[in-house]
């Protein structure tokens, strides 16, 4: 499964920015997929998550009511649109995918089996 991430860019402070994780590779069936955020230094924080169907979606407390995860199967993309972005927005976006599917650990980094080559949003103040 291979996975690349685009739609990172220069902002300012209040724009919108729009991420799409394109996915091929594997087996016919969609897998859940995620976003991760990685400041320097830090570890990877969870963004957003979502099941194969698309129907089941879950949230990061950087994303809460900012941040929209949604996915077109019949591209094979993962978007992530975020509004009203703030500074400490800025790092690496990391799209990925755990070989075991959805479930609680969608949230975990460390579950991840598969992951794209990020895309890199910084935003002005």
């Known amino acids: 499964v291979q996975l690349q991430a685009s739609g990172g860019g220069l902002v300012q402070a209040g724009a919108s920015l729009r991420l799409s994780c394109k996915i091929t590779g594997g087996t016919s069936s969609p897998y859940a997929a995620g976003w991760f955020r990685q400041a320097p230094g830090k570890e990877r924080e969870f963004v957003a998550g979502?099941?194969?169907?698309?129907?089941?979606?879950i949230y990061g407390d950087l994303a809460k009511g900012r941040f929209t995860i949604s996915r077109w199967n019949d591209k094979n993309t993962v978007d992530l649109q975020m509004s009203s972005l703030k500074f400490d927005d800025a790092g690496v976006y990391l799209c990925g995918s755990p070989k075991k599917g959805w479930g609680p650990w969608i949230s975990s980094a460390y579950e991840y089996d598969y992951w794209g080559q990020g895309t890199q949003v910084t935003v002005s103040s």
């Open positions: 979502i099941n194969g169907r698309g129907d089941q979606k």
